[in-house]
């Protein structure tokens, strides 16, 4: 039974790495970079809804509301201010290094705003805990909210990627942005539009992360980014449904490496999982080989 | 009075020139051809025009409208279209999306309709394929899907740079010959081409880029039997 249990945390764990997973592999899909920064952002929106809640007595639901619409004004601002004059860089790397600059000026930032000392988060997801086969498998709701969150953002943004109009622009922005253009495609409105959806689902995940592990500081955003980011490239950089799997997978590899190997050595195999899968398959689990006409 | 004036362009790469001084005039109905050798700066001509690159200096005009400064995107609205070279349609995609996409600026559904019919009735080929992915296509198909996707826009003025390259010479032949029923159809063609010959048989002018100049323009029949052209590009 403890099985069972560790694979639903690993699930659940997993799923907070898929959601910000989804911000990493959707902007390097349409922006062609890594945007470092983005698990500050989670942790920018975790500071959000813990202010709202406890200094300003918001409703729970509407400060995680809040919260998103500040990480998508931020990825917005951070898109139109730090990346975009570099979108033209001679060296890709210019635009990577400015991202780790901002991922250092975000947690700084935080730092002087909000110190440097834990903040522990409050409980703020009242679904009750489901009791399984006698009391011997506990699912709290926190696990619960964060599994259906989940999969209710994997549902709604296929939907938005392959059926609607912006959707499908990103997809071809993604694919040739000069052709896109010559459709007609604002590719300036498509990228910050990207920037604006990974970032508001950051908030999400920073709401879900806290609410599951509840200690926040400037460097909470930091790790988990990392582990994200691992498993987008895990799925397949640029793909929706690998950063899903990829992160899902990661999550599950690490609760399961932490109940029957080490704790301590935990994030060692979440990181030799990724070494191994890229030596057999460079382009991630769901990564496409491309193969172009001539 | 000229569709389409452009009035010493100056383009440059970097700081190499690219372009210098390139004028030409485009009149409605009309099938003009630009032609030159590898690196003349054909390709670079019409990605001015449709603003993927900046000029340094010179103003092109379409329909007395100033479109120098305005961004590739806006284009297309003002009835430019354009078939880049290498085709460039969207592979992930299937046929009928990337038809779609390129009635990404237009609204109405009906009328969408309608113009993907017309596609399909001008290529035939391309309605079999319709939710096939356009990357698995052959290349004459991948040609024709990219002038589909084009007159998807319902341009008054298709812009095609390259489209036989790579072809075989029946697709070649085919190509050439729907080019002439777009512009019996009412749309005003720019033709950019390796293929002097077959480019000069179709077209009414022609204008002939040498390293970034113009250096020679006419009648395209004229240019046929021109020696320079016959020796340089003609292979007579």
């Known amino acids: ?60 639901i509407i400060a995680v509301l809040i919260s998103m619409a500040v990480c998508t004004l931020l990825g917005m601002a951070i898109e139109k201010i730090a990346y975009k004059p570099l979108r033209n860089a001679s060296s890709p790397l210019a635009v990577l290094i400015t991202a780790i600059g901002v991922s250092y000026f975000l947690q700084n930032l935080a730092l002087i705003i909000f110190g440097a000392d834990a903040k522990s988060f409050p409980n703020l997801i009242t679904l009750p805990s489901i009791s399984l086969a006698d009391g011997k498998l506990v699912i709290t709701g926190t696990t619960i909210a964060t599994i259906i969150t989940c999969v209710i953002i994997l549902l709604g943004l296929t939907f938005f990627v392959n059926k609607t109009k912006q959707g499908r622009a990103m997809k071809a922005v993604s694919e040739d942005k000069g052709a896109a253009m010559l459709m007609g495609i604002n590719v300036n409105a498509t990228i910050s539009l990207t920037f604006a959806i990974g970032s508001g689902l950051a908030a999400i995940a920073g709401f879900l992360l806290c609410s599951a592990y509840p200690s926040l500081t400037p460097y909470t955003g930091a790790m988990p980014g990392i582990k994200a980011f691992t498993a987008a490239v895990f799925g397949g950089i640029g793909s929706i449904p690998g950063a899903m799997i990829g992160g899902i997978l990661l999550g599950v590899i690490e609760i399961l490496g932490k109940a029957y190997i080490s704790s301590q050595v935990a994030d060692a195999i979440v990181f030799a999982v990724l070494i191994i899968v890229l030596l057999v398959k460079p382009t991630g689990l769901f990564g496409k080989n491309i193969q172009e006409k001539v | 009075m000229a569709m389409l004036k452009v009035e010493n362009l100056d383009v440059y790469y970097g700081i190499i020139q690219a372009l210098q001084g390139v004028s030409f005039e485009v009149n409605q109905g009309e099938v003009i051809a630009l032609i030159g050798a590898n690196g003349a700066g054909k390709t670079t001509t019409l990605h001015t025009l449709t603003g993927l690159i900046p000029s340094k200096k010179g103003r092109i005009v379409f329909e007395d409208q100033d479109i120098t400064k305005i961004p590739a995107h806006k284009i297309v609205e003002m009835g430019i279209a354009h078939v880049p070279e290498g085709r460039r349609i969207f592979a992930d995609l299937n046929v009928l999306e990337n038809l779609k996409m390129g009635a990404y600026t237009r609204k109405d559904k009906g009328e969408i309709e309608e113009s993907i019919e017309q596609v399909y009735k001008r290529f035939p080929r391309l309605k079999e394929r319709q939710s096939q992915r356009a990357g698995t296509l052959s290349g004459g198909e991948q040609q024709m899907l990219a002038m589909g996707r084009a007159l998807m826009s319902k341009p008054k003025m298709i812009v095609m740079d390259e489209p036989s390259m790579g072809l075989s010479p029946i697709f070649v032949n085919e190509i050439f010959d729907i080019i002439q029923e777009v512009s019996a159809a009412g749309t005003t063609v720019l033709l950019v081409e390796q293929n002097a010959k077959k480019a000069l048989s179709i077209a009414n002018r022609a204008y002939v880029l040498e390293t970034g100049k113009i250096v020679l323009s006419g009648d395209a029949d004229d240019l046929l039997n021109d020696d320079s052209i016959k020796k340089a590009y003609l292979g007579e």
């Open chain 1, 1 to 60: 039974m403890s099985f069972i249990s560790y694979l639903i945390n690993g699930i659940s764990l997993g799923s907070i790495y898929a959601i910000i997973a989804l911000g990493y592999t959707m902007v390097y899909g349409i922006a062609k970079m890594l945007n470092f920064a983005h698990g500050d952002v989670i942790m920018i929106g975790a500071f959000v809804v813990l202010n709202m809640v406890t200094l300003a007595g918001v409703n729970p």
